[in-house]
């Protein structure tokens, strides 16, 4: 059976399709969740060095895989928006903003936690760290420019330039950042992660997975709100359901 | 119209905006003393003592640097969008990319460039060594440019908004971290005893980088924020 794709790029179509995927999403998320918090707090052993502290890596790690890998997915959607003069993905570009934004957050605010009991210190300047707080100002750069223009086609774009160069940019930060670390008081600390435990792997992938979905949900549903938001003149929003009653 | 060559294009925008500089000196030497005095109340916010100071310098007149930078982007643009100049800009049948790297030049002339020759005396305030003094200004010959270009990307993108300032500052300083970082890594290269040329090297990519790509990103900013 063949799909037409690009049905799916216009908003009148999208959020009806939006609307039916969010429950499945929703409903598998959680319950992948329910099992990686299992496996991490009941399955998984003790670490031989940090005892329970490490357990919060099976929700520091996801969230900060997902913040970095939904810049990009965000700076491709505004790159879409702004090559195809697509509306759809530039609203899903500022859809996932805020999400990402969130997760950069959670990441620095569990490593913070974890980095207390471990180093001694709420805050190291260690390179992965800084860089991403340094993805943190760049979401909050994108929002705050989306936020402050008016007209919503030239907040599209000029975002989606904003996101675009900064995703060029991404890579030489990341890897000024680690130089600049290693200048000045070389390698604190590095993961050896092939000597992981089977559980504690299982539960970080199932996390993982957990996370991107509930990012997944998130998305889909702010982008029918602006969606909503958007069109709200036209007449098939005004002949929904959930906007007549 | 005649369509003029890029050189003379570059060298005509330079030489108009250098001229429109100069008759608000003003604003030139405001950016400037910002700079003196950010860099002077380091020294008073953390104490005297020369030995930690010397170590601070190289950051505190990047970080200084920076901030001037910044102070001046909103200008960049403003002046030509609220007289309706840059709309004929636009309009003009020459390279925009190339009109933007002149009013980029010109920035940096007048913002960068008198950065680069104050430093010397600051750098002497701070107790730096001469060849320390030296390399800094060289970081900061080839730093300052990137700053002006990638800053007038988002000065471009902000072009009229309401507290377009501060917002630019938002966009831009993430962005200039790499500059930075190379420009006082070179330094403390310097002082302890380590070669810089892999960090002039790579500021000096950066620059390439920048001088290729910013102009025309720019222009499409630009483009964006005119529709």
């Known amino acids: 059976m063949a799909i037409n794709w690009f049905k799916y790029s216009a908003p009148t179509t999208f959020y009806p399709l939006a609307g039916k995927l969010i429950p499945w999403f929703a409903v598998s998320s959680a319950i992948l969740f329910a099992i990686g918090l299992y496996i991490g707090f009941v399955v998984a052993p003790a670490d031989a060095t940090q005892g329970e502290f490490y357990r919060i890596i099976f929700i520091h790690v996801p969230s900060s895989i997902i913040s970095m890998l939904l810049y990009m997915v965000m700076a491709g959607y505004a790159a879409l928006g702004l090559i195809f003069n697509t509306r759809l993905s530039s609203m899903m570009a500022s859809a996932i903003a805020p999400t990402g934004a969130l997760f950069a957050f959670i990441s620095l605010w569990t490593g913070a936690l974890w980095g207390k009991p471990m180093w001694g210190a709420w805050w190291v300047w260690d390179a992965r760290l800084t860089s991403e707080l340094i993805l943190l100002f760049l979401y909050l750069g994108f929002i705050s420019l989306h936020a402050s223009i008016d007209d919503p086609r030239r907040a599209d774009r000029a975002s989606a330039l904003l996101a675009i160069v900064g995703s060029v940019n991404v890579p030489i930060i990341y890897f000024s950042v680690k130089w600049w670390n290693t200048l000045h008081q070389g390698s604190t600390i590095k993961y050896s992660g092939t000597s992981m435990h089977v559980a504690m792997q299982q539960a970080m992938f199932t996390m993982l997975a957990a996370c991107w979905l509930y990012a997944i949900v998130i998305a889909l549903t702010r982008v029918r709100s602006i969606i909503l938001d958007r069109e709200k003149n036209t007449k098939w929003i005004n002949e929904l359901d959930e906007v007549r009653s | ?227």
């Open chain 2, 1 to 227: 119209m005649k369509k003029l060559s890029l050189l003379s294009l570059l060298i005509l925008v330079v030489r108009r905006d250098l001229v429109l500089a100069m008759r608000r000196r003003a604003d030139v030497l405001t950016t400037l003393i910002f700079f003196v005095m950010v860099v002077s109340l380091f020294p008073l916010g953390v104490g005297p003592e020369i030995d930690m100071l010397r170590k601070m310098a190289p950051g505190v007149l990047w970080v200084a640097a920076l901030l001037a930078s910044m102070l001046s982007l909103g200008r960049l643009f403003s002046a030509d969008y609220l007289d309706g100049t840059l709309e004929q800009m636009l309009l003009a049948p020459q390279s925009l990319s190339v009109l933007v790297l002149g009013k980029m030049a010109s920035h940096w002339m007048v913002s960068g460039l008198p950065l680069v020759l104050l430093t010397p005396v600051l750098g002497l305030q701070f107790d730096m060594s001469v060849p320390a003094i030296g390399v800094l200004m060289l970081t900061l010959l080839l730093g300052t440019p990137v700053l002006s270009m990638v800053g007038a990307i988002g000065a471009a993108l902000t072009l009229g908004l309401r507290g377009g300032g501060v917002l630019l500052s938002l966009l831009v300083l993430p962005l200039c971290i790499p500059v930075l970082i190379f420009g006082t890594g070179a330094v403390q290269a310097v002082t302890s005893g380590l070669n810089v040329s892999a960090h002039l090297s790579l500021m000096g990519a950066l620059l390439v980088l920048a001088l290729v790509f910013t102009p025309w990103v720019t222009a499409q900013a630009l483009r964006i924020s005119m529709e």
